[in-house]
């Protein structure tokens, strides 16, 4: 960029005016590595997201809080200490069930590994 910021002073006799985007080699490999950029956290994020959530640990880390939510509503409300299992136990273990359900892992879950 600096030799095309020299060449056009040699050639013109003034500053280089400001290019609108895409009018200049300079910016076509700008936006091809900033599109490479883009792919490649792309990819990253689609790669998280399989992690956390092609399988069970998010969608139970999600249940697990709005367990956590209904325990503190129910403190809230009825203004005297409940158990927050009574409210993080349904909550995990019927999104673990409806999740293995969908998933068709459902008997699996249930019996358990033969290890």
Not at 5 to 28: C, D, K, L, N, Q
Not at 40 to 65: H, N, V, W
Not at 73 to 88: K, N
Request: with cysteine.
């Amino acid at each position: 960029l600096k030799l095309c910021t020299e060449v056009y002073r040699a050639e013109v006799g003034g500053p280089m005016p400001r290019r609108p985007s895409g009018s200049t080699i300079a910016s076509s490999v700008e936006d091809n590595g900033n599109q490479e950029i883009e792919n490649e956290k792309r990819s990253k994020m689609a790669a998280t997201r399989q992690l956390l959530f092609g399988g069970y640990f998010g969608p139970l880390t999600i249940a697990y809080g709005f367990g956590l939510a209904m325990a503190f509503l129910a403190v809230h409300l009825m203004q005297t200490g409940q158990p927050a299992l009574l409210y993080l136990v349904p909550a995990v273990l019927g999104a673990m069930v409806i999740l293995g359900k969908v998933k068709g892992e459902l008997k699996e879950l249930w019996k358990g590994s033969n290890r």
